[in-house]
Nanobody
Framework: VRLVESGGGSAQAGGSLRLSCVSS????????MGWFRQAPGKGREFVAS????????HYADSVKGRFTISRDEFKKSVFLQMNSLKPEDTAIYYC??????????????????????WGQGTQVTVSS
C-alpha cells in the first residue's frame, strides 16, 4: 500500500488549504484513515480520522470546527479541508491507514501505533 499526500503549501492566517491523500491499495474502502501532523521540534500528533462505516469522524480539539476530513471511495482518496488556518497549524501533515478493525471509541484512532501505512508527508506553512 502506498499513500501519497498533496495539497500542502503556504497560506495566510485565516486562509484555507485542502490536503489530499491517494491510496494505491485495492482494499481502501475497508479501512479507516487518519491525518497526523508534526510541527518543528515537536512530536507527531493526531489531527483527524474517518471510518468506512457509520461512525462519525473524530478530530483533535485543536482543529475541531475548522478542519473537515472526508473520503472518496471511487478515487481511493482521503481529504482534509483546513479552514481558518492559524500559524500553529504549521507542520508536516501525514495521512495514514488505520491497520486494525478493533475500535470501540473515537480515542482509538489517536493511537499512532495502530496505523500500518504512512505517506511521506506534505508541508503546510501558515503565516500571521
Amino acid at each position: 500500500v502506498r499513500l501519497v499526500e498533496s495539497g500542502g503549501g503556504s497560506a495566510q492566517a485565516g486562509g484555507s488549504l485542502r490536503l489530499s491523500c491517494v491510496s494505491s491499495g485495492s482494499s481502501f474502502s475497508s479501512y479507516a484513515m487518519g491525518w497526523f501532523r508534526q510541527a518543528p521540534g515537536k512530536g507527531r500528533e493526531f489531527v483527524a480520522s474517518i471510518t468506512f462505516d457509520s461512525l462519525p469522524a473524530h478530530y483533535a480539539d485543536s482543529v475541531k470546527g475548522r478542519f473537515t476530513i472526508s473520503r472518496d471511495e471511487f478515487k481511493k482518496s482521503v481529504f482534509l479541508q483546513m479552514n481558518s488556518l492559524k500559524p500553529e497549524d504549521t507542520a508536516i501533515y501525514y495521512c495514514a491507514r488505520f491497520g486494525s478493525f478493533d475500535y470501540r471509541e473515537p480515542g482509538d484512532f489517536e493511537n499512532q501505533n495502530k496505523y500500518d501505512f504512512w505517506g511521506q508527508g506534505t508541508q503546510v506553512t501558515v503565516s500571521s
